[in-house]
């Protein structure tokens, strides 16, 4: 402590001015000068005499005092009669004198002030964590199935009730969305504290198994998505929900279904299409409230009799599977609307299938089948029948006579040789599939398919086109490419809507009617009309 201490204050202070003011413009040096305050102001202590055991204890005051902050030290030091006395010593720290207790030109180490924190400035206490021990049963369950779900990102900080995929009501909690949660397993008790519950979906997860209790405590479950997981079995105790109406089990890895099954009789909907079905219980048949049944894209190979008495189904999905043959009590499904059989290996169908009164759609397609059978034209509200891609010779009379709804047939891929005049009674028709068969014309009663709008018969052994296509007054467009033709009909210029004829690898034509000339022309779509 003593004269090297209060030299290094003036230098610092005149350090500090020259620092903060070097490089700027007169005015600008005179305006930060002001603003940042006169060093003699800072270290106004100075211009008092020097009483050096002032400044000692003053120091060590400093030091003891130094939490009460740096305004304090400094007022401690501007204290004492030694304040005149600095004057004179910074006068000769200017002129290079020597200092007190050192040597010339030493610096000594600086004693650096730091202002203490004050209560105010501290930061403030964290609170406690919350506390979820008095949450009620449903919102105990919702954070329970939050923490076993972590791809649900549902909010921790936001009210459970209102989390996305969550439908309440005063009751509780009747509806439920876990589905992409990464779920490996549905934790356990949940279901209990949610008795409310009708609706829950925990498909597309990773659930291997599901707990024997985890579905028997939620017996108002009326609608159960399981979908999507790598279930391998599926638990006795889900035949306890009496109560449900949808169950979707698809895209799992199921080899059966559970016989009690059959237990759920309020059941309208079940989806088990693409999962690794064999075969069906005969307890199937037990399922009398069922309207819709899919299990499609499984290895079945084979149905009961017992799904005969399914007398409510109206939609019935099989395509897709190993079928060779279908159990003729399959006729008696009198509500049956919808039913999709392609993609197997049927070779025959039923032949009172025509008792299937109420069919708006049969798909047939990709299978061995070489025949129809004639009760087919019994289906008087069938509008769309796909038999594609078979291997069908001949199409009976009977079939094409009652098909007076149809709009859309598609018989290509097949082996026919000839298309019967009752073609002629399909007058709803408006797409008719011919294609790629071994038809060597075509009947002049097409025309009277008046609703015929696209006509495909590329692909046959035609030479000609029938004139009476001309009558069919929606025609628009007519595929008859790679066909041997020799000539064309002149009347079918003059069909009215007629806008396009593609005749692409066919043999020239001669130039003998005005379609003819056309095409001669090398017109490949044609305008007509």
Excluded at 24 to 42: E, F, K, L, V, Y
Excluded at 138 to 164: E, H, K, Q
Excluded at 170 to 194: E, H, K, N, W, Y
Excluded at 397 to 425: F, H, K, M, Y
């Amino acid at each position: 402590m003593g004269a090297p201490l209060v030299r290094r204050r003036a230098r610092e202070g005149r350090e500090w001015r020259h620092a903060r003011t070097a490089g700027r413009p007169a005015t600008q040096r005179a305006a930060a000068t002001a603003a940042m305050g006169d060093p003699a102001d800072r270290f106004a202590y100075l211009d008092t005499p020097v009483d050096y055991a002032a400044i000692a204890a003053a120091a060590v005051a400093a030091q003891a005092a130094a939490a009460a902050g740096a305004g304090a030290v400094r007022r401690q030091l501007g204290e004492g009669a030694g304040a005149e006395r600095h004057r004179d010593i910074v006068a000769r720290d200017r002129q290079g004198g020597g200092g007190v207790g050192g040597a010339r030109g030493r610096r000594p180490r600086p004693l650096i002030f730091r202002q203490a924190s004050t209560p105010s400035a501290q930061a403030a206490p964290l609170p406690p964590p919350t506390s979820h021990d008095d949450d009620p049963p449903d919102v105990a369950a919702l954070r329970t199935l939050a923490a076993a779900a972590p791809g649900l990102a549902w909010p921790p900080s936001a009210d459970p009730l209102t989390w996305p995929g969550v439908m309440a009501t005063p009751a509780g909690v009747t509806s439920l969305d876990a589905s992409g949660g990464g779920m490996t397993a549905v934790p356990a008790g949940v279901l209990a504290r949610l008795p409310a519950l009708a609706a829950l979906d925990v498909a597309t997860n990773a659930l291997r198994d599901l707990p024997s209790d985890a579905l028997a405590l939620a017996p108002s479950l009326t609608d159960l998505r399981l979908s999507n997981n790598a279930l391998a079995i599926l638990p006795e105790t889900l035949t306890s929900l009496t109560a449900l109406r949808a169950l979707a089990v698809n895209l799992n890895r199921l080899p059966a279904l559970p016989p009690s099954i059959g237990l759920l009789t309020n059941l309208a909907s079940l989806d088990a299409s693409e999962c690794a079905l064999t075969s069906l219980p005969d307890a199937i048949g037990a399922l009398t409230a069922l309207t819709r049944l899919d299990l499609h894209t499984n290895r079945i190979k084979s149905l009961p009799a017992a799904i005969g008495a399914l007398a409510a189904l109206e939609r019935l999905s099989l395509h897709s599977n190993e079928l060779e043959a279908l159990p003729e009590e399959i006729v008696n499904l009198s509500s049956l609307q919808w039913l999709s059989l392609n993609s197997n290996k049927l070779a025959r169908l039923p032949a009172p299938v025509g008792r299937l009164r109420a069919l708006t759609r049969l798909s047939l397609h990709i299978n061995a089948l070489e025949s129809l059978p004639p009760s087919l034209g019994a289906l008087t509200n069938l509008e769309a029948l796909s038999a594609f891609t078979n291997r069908l010779t001949a199409i009976p009379d009977e079939v094409l006579a009652g098909l007076s709804a149809c709009v859309r047939l598609s018989l290509w891929g097949n082996r026919l040789q000839t298309l019967p005049a009752s073609i002629g009674a399909c007058t709803s028709l408006q797409e008719l599939w011919l294609n790629d068969n071994a038809l060597a014309e075509l009947p002049a009663e097409l025309g009277g398919c008046a609703a015929l709008v696209r006509l495909w018969a590329n692909g046959n052994a035609l030479t000609t086109l029938p004139a009476g296509l001309a009558a069919c007054a929606h025609l628009q467009e007519v595929h008859a490419g790679d066909n041997p033709l020799a000539s064309l009909p002149d009347a079918l210029a003059g069909a009215p809507s007629l806008r396009r004829l593609y005749l692409g690898a066919n043999a020239p034509l001669a130039a003998g009617t005005r379609l003819e000339a056309a095409v001669a022309a090398g017109a490949d779509a044609v305008a007509a009309g």
